[in-house]
């Protein structure tokens, strides 16, 4: 009947005798209708049934007391296929629902038939680690959910149905499932840890009763433990946890929502947020259970990088491995040396790092944070796919072991029968076989893990060692023998902090952890190129963190961020302060490759679509915040690769326009997604939005520094008379000019993190008076007859930056029509000298003395003036090179102008390498924080060639606009 031919001679003897002993059940009946059930079935069941038997002695003593339990599986068909959702709480409500049935022997059925089930499946690798541990996730929920029901109703019956002291409404127990089951990752034979939540105080409404809320769903806490926990003649069908509620043994059996935040925020420990992790309300009202997720979400993820958790982590590990020699448990697949905890340990450390602002690590469930390190960049992809195959490995090994007699551990078995039980599971030929594999997955996992939390190897640790603290017992002459060559000075700032209130008033932990710092920090900056300088830039990061001190713990265990923040504070006052203002991006120095490689567009465009999918669609909020972090960090990566030699001038301009257009193009779907969802779409032609963005000036020019701010016009192609198709309908020209309104409002509001950018609307038709979006029609209306020639040259830069092409081609060819006109060069020349001389008059300080300071904007012979000769050249020459119209930036405008013979090989290159000159010396002082001028002694030539440029393409002008400055 059983073919136990792949068995080897021990578990066929085993397995043999099971069913020998099945066959003897006093119900001959039933053991009749089991043997016709398999022999009907001979081809499919007999080999999986004796392996089952003889590797479960639980299954097998399971069905020699019910044989009905495996016949009614095998005829129902539930041992060949998975489960639907919901199939299980559907099965056990009917059977609850039959006339006669007693919650706690009904439960106890229920449970031994699926765990058959599950064993089964799980055996004969009809299943998947994850379909096993999700069915046996299901079981535990459908049966905490309907015996809740069940006793919640006996309970009513007696004192009424609690209600809110506030508003009466009625309040239902949230059971909270904690560890395997809250991330539906519960094992073959685990317990289950909950912790009973009610929303709020207040008293039940029974006639001839009432309780309060508090002893009401005590009461209901406790029947329900009793209904899972206690073994009866028919077993148990869970072992209920309840440690992990606030103040463990000794609280409270259920507690309200505001105690559970109270205890959280105030009492909280580090090891309670790895416990809530995975914490999932499984009964209950459903939205009240979110409401009390997102009340403890910001105890569990921080909105800071977190690096204070690998200190804890650490202290974790060293508690277990300590109860591990004391108890001899290294044999233990869940505690032992690579064993499951330290998978799961890697997985939550990086959840409670980062889990504060990458949303996507607030999951639960381990294999798809392992994917999402991955996406991330956190872990190499070659690290997740081993931890990934270890821990699948080791929670089959798990099963295996909790299978065999349905009881919970994890410790590989000493029986020589057991053994062959789990190498056969295992699919492995012998038990020698099955130790190597585990080796190797534990070896593995043990690397990755002891990466993860070793002590970083500082170089400078054991020099800090000896250092004395750098407080009081801190002198000059240390610091002078480190390096430092002003180091009464930079001792009198340390003197100072140390001294402060804000030191003072330290907890222990940060005390401490400042502690560990500074010593480091001193060394640290005494190899940059000016110590005293790099020092006096970083100590107001420190005092700004003093309350964060995550932060510091970030830097000390990651000793090349540390190198790296004191390179580029060194280097540039801007980074620092940028730095001291957002700590949030000491994150970026964690990661060198990406810190010194700012990406293209088209990966900068990926990274942003990654971080807002994240993001709920309706979460203007949290898309403002991720958009403001984006921009930081990336300006951050072009920063550093310009202080370090990595980006030319040219490709600086570059990544920080390409930054902010993918930003104005997140915006506008920001934008466009709350308008449309409120006011439905506007009735229009195009397939697009109907809406485009045009960015001038340096943004139009491909030419964007640190601080610019955005030249944008808003243009729309759509019907002035028609409407938007929502509920709440408006006009087009209202929603195109609400549209505009919205974008501005993400863009310039002030958040945690500042701006996104500060936006200059003038440039559009009218300027401050025009209307806030412009039709293409009024566009056009207003460049042919109404717009002056200094926005004519403002066309010149103008460029599609963000929104519907199909709008951006209207404009562009609106736009080409103008500068293609055939002008009058005598009065264009005048009018452009008349603007240039008007705007060095208005822009260049009157006190600028001659010849001792060059603004390399608006002094003669400076930036400006170049932008102008451009600007004069398209709207003069156009009509005949059209070629010229093509592009929007300068470079490329001269270099056109020289192919077209307009202007000479000479000038055009003269032009050229003076403009690159006198930006790159604008970006290097905007980092230095310094002003945008120079010794006139610089440039002298590059200005008198740029200068005689001048004199030639403005021959009759140019007396009347020298040495205006």
Known sequence: MIDTHALTPGLAAAATTAWQRIQDHPDKEAAARLQAAVAERQAELAAPLARVLACSPFVAETVRRRPAVLTELIESGLLQRTLHPGELRAELRQWLAAPGAELNPVLRRFRQRHMLRIVWRDFCRSADTLETVGDTSSLAESCIVLAQEHLAAQLQARFGTPRSARDGEPQELIVIAMGKLGARELNVSSDIDLIFAFPEAGETDGERRSISNAEFFTKLGQGLINALDQVTAEGFVFRVDMRLRPYGESGSLAVNFAALEEYYQDQGRDWERYALIKARPISGDPQRGAELMDMLRPFVFRRYVDFGVIESLRGMKQMINSEVRRRGLQDD????????????????????????????????????????????????????????????????????????LDQQTQALPTDALQQQAMATVMGCTDWGAYLAALAAHRSRVAEHFRDLIADPEDEAGAAADDLPAWGEDLTAEMLAELGYRAATDSLAQLQALHASSRVATLQAEGRERLQQFMPRLLLACAEAADPDRALQRILPLVNAVLRRSAYLALLLENPPALADLVLLCDASPWIAEQLQRHPVLLDELLDRASLYTAPDKSRLADALRQQVARLQPDDLEGQMDALRYFKAAHVLRVAASEVVGRLPLMQVSDKLTWIAEVILEQVLAVAWSDLTARFGEPSRNSTGTGFAVFGYGKLGGIELSYSSDLDLVFIFDADSQGVTNGERSIDNVRFYTRLGQRVIHILETRMAMGQLYEVDMRLRPSGASGLLATSLKGFRSYQEDSAWTWEHQALVRARHVAGDPAVAAGVDAVRRAILERERDTHALAAEVVAMRTRMRRELLPAQLPEGEDFDLKQSAGGIVDIEFMVQYAVLAWSHRVPELVRWSDNIRILETLARAGLLSEEESSTLVQAYLAFRSAAHQLALQQLPGRVDGAQYREQRASVEAVWQRLFPAQSGSTEQQD
């Open 333 to 404: 697949v869940k505690l032992g040396h690579g064993g499951i905890r330290e998978v799961e340990f890697i997985a939550q450390c990086f959840q409670l790092i980062r889990g504060g602002r990458d949303l996507a690590l607030q999951q639960r469930e381990l294999l798809l944070i392992l994917e999402e390190l991955c996406t991330l960049g956190c872990l190499p992809a070659e690290a997740v796919f081993e931890l990934r195959a270890a821990y699948l490995f080791l929670r089959d090994s798990e099963h295996a072991i909790q299978g065999y």
